[in-house]
C-alpha cells in the first residue's frame, strides 16, 4: 500500500497549488480519501475528506471556500486544489485513506510540505 503526495512547495500569500495524491496497493474506489496538514508546533489537524460512493464533501471551515477536493477513480488519485493560501496555511499536508466513515485513516501518505509566504 502506497500514498504519494506531490505537489507542495513555497508560494506567496493569494498564490495557489494543486496538491496529488497517488494510491496504489489497495481498492481505491472502495475508500474515502482525506486531507489533513501539521503546522510547526501544532497537532495533526483535518481539512477534507471526499466519499466516492455519495460523491459528497466535507471541509472543515478554516478552508471552506479556498480549497477544493476531488478524485479520478480512473488514475487512483486525489487532488486538493488550494487558493487563497494564507500563511496559516503553512503545514505539511498529509492524504489519508478510510474504509468508511467513522472507522480510522488506516492508509497515510508521507506528507508534502506547503509554505505560504506573507
Known amino acids: 500500500v502506497q500514498l504519494v503526495e506531490s505537489g507542495g512547495g513555497l508560494v506567496q500569500a493569494g498564490g495557489s497549488l494543486r496538491l496529488s495524491c497517488a494510491a496504489s496497493?489497495?481498492?481505491?474506489?472502495?475508500?474515502?480519501m482525506g486531507w489533513f496538514r501539521q503546522a510547526p508546533g501544532k497537532e495533526q489537524e483535518f481539512i477534507v475528506r471526499?466519499?466516492?460512493?455519495?460523491?459528497?464533501?466535507y471541509y472543515v471551515d478554516s478552508v471552506k471556500g479556498r480549497f477544493t477536493i476531488s478524485r479520478d477513480n480512473a488514475k487512483n488519485t486525489v487532488y486538493l486544489q488550494m487558493n487563497s493560501l494564507k500563511p496559516e496555511d503553512t503545514a505539511v499536508y498529509y492524504c489519508?485513506?478510510?474504509?468508511?466513515?467513522?472507522?480510522?485513516?488506516?492508509?497515510w501518505g508521507q506528507g508534502t510540505q506547503v509554505t505560504v509566504s506573507s
Open positions: 496497493g489497495f481498492t481505491f474506489d472502495d475508500y474515502i
Open positions: 489519508a485513506a478510510q474504509i468508511s466513515a467513522g472507522r480510522e485513516y488506516a492508509y
Open positions: 471526499i466519499n466516492w460512493s455519495t460523491g459528497s464533501a
